[in-house]
């Protein structure tokens, strides 16, 4: 063969590679992942996904593309993301973050399979007809995370029994904050437990709850189960440490964050099996057949480093439940 001849067929076939890659990735299903937050704070969460997605057969980049939406903790931003992976034609939404990714989803699209994940009553949001039989395009699992805030304010009378005054920080762009409400005041007013309600959307008024909560002396405070205060969990927990305020928490990664104690679900989990019937769904299946997971399994967790630091002898009952105590 003569070298310019060579020369040709090489340059022909790196050429083609491009060509070719750009061929098998217009191929792959594309996945698109919407979410509340940011993709910072959700790392770790999405990797537990792409664990989810892997146990079903597929890999990012292999014989899957995932398309990302975030809105930033801005729920508004949420419909104008949903609309824009329809028009990208995905197979699927994975709509988290919250029940208003899933219900902006279900707006954007009654034909594109949608898998959420949903803190609420999935129900009564509209995103499926009931638990067993979803009866529409979505499915997810339920996290039962805004029906147990009256458990997580007994759990922090026991720690801070003398606390006279309990503060409660809430999201009110958060569509299930009416339910928080109720289910922590029935609690307070079952144990005669006095309340003061905060609200925050925003970094600069999670700054100044904390500030109110510190001149009105408040002996603990509730944060209530919400995306953007999850995403901004390493700041709520410094700021509980700053201003010496007994908090407690809905996820683990509070904790470990530096929080005093947490009660919730495992959300990693969660969002593993987001991902596996994400893959199943791929594969053929049927949201409308898939029923609604519920995680049912809550983790109790003390940090007592953090308890040190307030001052707090942890009681030894709460000590024994504890799930994991992180010292």
Same mark, same amino acid.
């Given at each position: 063969?003569?070298?310019?001849d060579?020369?040709?067929l090489?340059?022909?076939v790196a050429?083609?590679?491009?060509l070719a890659?750009?061929a098998q990735q217009?191929?792959?299903?594309?996945?698109g992942?919407?979410?509340s937050?940011?993709?910072?704070?959700?790392?770790?969460?999405?990797?537990s996904?792409?664990?989810?997605?892997?146990?079903?057969?597929?890999?990012e980049?292999?014989?899957?593309?995932?398309?990302?939406?975030?809105?930033?903790?801005?729920?508004d931003?949420?419909p104008?993301l949903a609309?824009?992976?329809?028009?990208?034609r995905?197979?699927?939404?994975?709509?988290?973050?919250g029940d208003?990714?899933?219900r902006?989803?279900?707006?954007?699209?009654?034909?594109?399979?949608?898998?959420?994940t949903s803190?609420?009553d999935?129900?009564?949001?509209?995103?499926v007809a009931?638990?067993?039989?979803?009866?529409?395009?979505?499915?997810?699992?339920?996290?039962l995370?805004?029906? =147990?805030?009256g458990?997580r304010?007994?759990?922090?009378?026991?720690?801070?029994p003398?606390?006279a005054?309990i503060?409660?920080?809430?999201?009110?762009?958060?569509?299930a904050?009416?339910?928080q409400?109720n289910?922590?005041q029935?609690?307070?007013?079952s144990?005669?437990?006095?309340?003061?309600?905060?609200?925050?959307s925003?970094?600069?008024?999670?700054?100044?709850a904390?500030?109110?909560a510190a001149?009105?002396?408040?002996?603990?405070?509730?944060?209530?189960?919400d995306p953007?205060?999850?995403?901004?969990?390493?700041r709520?927990?410094?700021l509980?440490?700053?201003?010496? =305020?007994?908090?407690?928490?809905?996820?683990?990664?509070?904790a470990a964050?530096?929080?005093?104690?947490s009660?919730?679900?495992?959300?990693?989990?969660?969002?593993?099996l987001?991902?596996?019937?994400?893959?199943? =769904?791929?594969?053929?299946d049927?949201p409308?057949?898939?029923?609604?997971?519920?995680?049912?399994?809550?983790?109790?967790?003390i940090?007592?480093?953090a308890?040190?630091a307030l001052?707090?002898?942890?009681?030894p009952?709460?000590?024994?439940?504890a799930?994991?105590?992180?010292?």
């Amino acid at each position: 063969m003569r070298r310019r001849d060579f020369i040709v067929l090489i340059s022909g076939v790196a050429a083609f590679r491009p060509l070719a890659a750009r061929a098998q990735q217009a191929t792959m299903p594309l996945v698109g992942f919407l979410n509340s937050t940011s993709a910072a704070s959700w790392r770790h969460l999405v990797e537990s996904f792409r664990r989810g997605l892997g146990e079903t057969g597929f890999i990012e980049g292999q014989n899957v593309a995932i398309e990302f939406r975030w809105a930033e903790g801005q729920y508004d931003r949420l419909p104008a993301l949903a609309d824009d992976l329809v028009r990208r034609r995905v197979a699927v939404i994975v709509a988290t973050g919250g029940d208003a990714s899933g219900r902006a989803a279900k707006a954007a699209t009654a034909t594109i399979p949608i898998v959420f994940t949903s803190g609420g009553d999935p129900v009564r949001e509209g995103l499926v007809a009931s638990f067993n039989r979803p009866g529409g395009n979505a499915t997810g699992v339920n996290l039962l995370l805004t029906a =147990i805030e009256g458990k997580r304010l007994e759990l922090l009378r026991e720690m801070v029994p003398t606390a006279a005054l309990i503060a409660v920080l809430l999201n009110p762009a958060n569509a299930a904050v009416g339910g928080q409400v109720n289910d922590v005041q029935a609690a307070a007013r079952s144990a005669g437990q006095q309340l003061h309600i905060l609200r925050a959307s925003n970094d600069g008024e999670i700054d100044a709850a904390f500030a109110a909560a510190a001149e009105l002396r408040v002996g603990a405070l509730l944060v209530a189960s919400d995306p953007f205060f999850n995403s901004r969990r390493e700041r709520l927990a410094e700021l509980a440490s700053r201003y010496a =305020i007994p908090a407690i928490y809905e996820l683990r990664e509070y904790a470990a964050a530096g929080g005093l104690m947490s009660y919730g679900i495992n959300l990693a989990e969660a969002y593993r099996l987001v991902g596996v019937y994400t893959g199943r =769904i791929l594969k053929g299946d049927k949201p409308a057949e898939l029923p609604v997971q519920q995680l049912t399994k809550f983790e109790f967790i003390i940090n007592l480093k953090a308890a040190k630091a307030l001052g707090i002898q942890v009681p030894p009952g709460l000590l024994t439940r504890a799930d994991e105590v992180i010292e």
